[in-house]
């Protein structure tokens, strides 16, 4: 199986930055697509930003300009940078990496436990 871990998580206040890292690891496997998604307690967790194999990304609105998604293919790494950061952009950070494991060929769809960041206003 492969497992993913963020880290870089922490407190920072409004207008400073944080940049989130992501790491997959275990059974041999091809990353395709690796997403960034947050949540708060007691709402729907959201999508934040994703970037696919060919490079091509996606954020959501509120933070367009001010995160950077990024992906390293080859070390199976990815991180999120986050600048201007916002008192709404406090909650959970969950790393989502998606790709085929290596030999079986079977899809796999890993989630991390996530990194918590807050913002202080």
């Known amino acids: 199986q492969v497992q993913v871990v963020e880290s870089g998580g922490g407190l920072v206040q409004a207008g400073g930055s944080l940049r989130l890292s992501c790491r997959a690891s275990?059974?041999?496997?091809?990353?395709?697509?690796l997403g960034w998604y947050r949540q708060v307690p007691g709402y729907q967790r959201e999508l934040v930003a994703t970037v696919t194999r060919d490079g091509a990304t996606n954020y959501t609105d509120s933070v367009k300009g001010r995160f950077t998604i990024s992906r390293d293919t080859v070390r199976n790494t990815g991180a999120l940078q986050m600048n201007s950061l916002k008192h709404e952009d406090s909650a959970v950070y969950y790393c989502n990496v998606r790709g085929r494991l290596l030999g079986w060929g079977h899809a796999f769809d890993s989630w991390g436990q996530g990194t918590q960041v807050t913002v202080s206003s």
């Open positions: 275990g059974r041999p496997f091809r990353m395709d697509d």
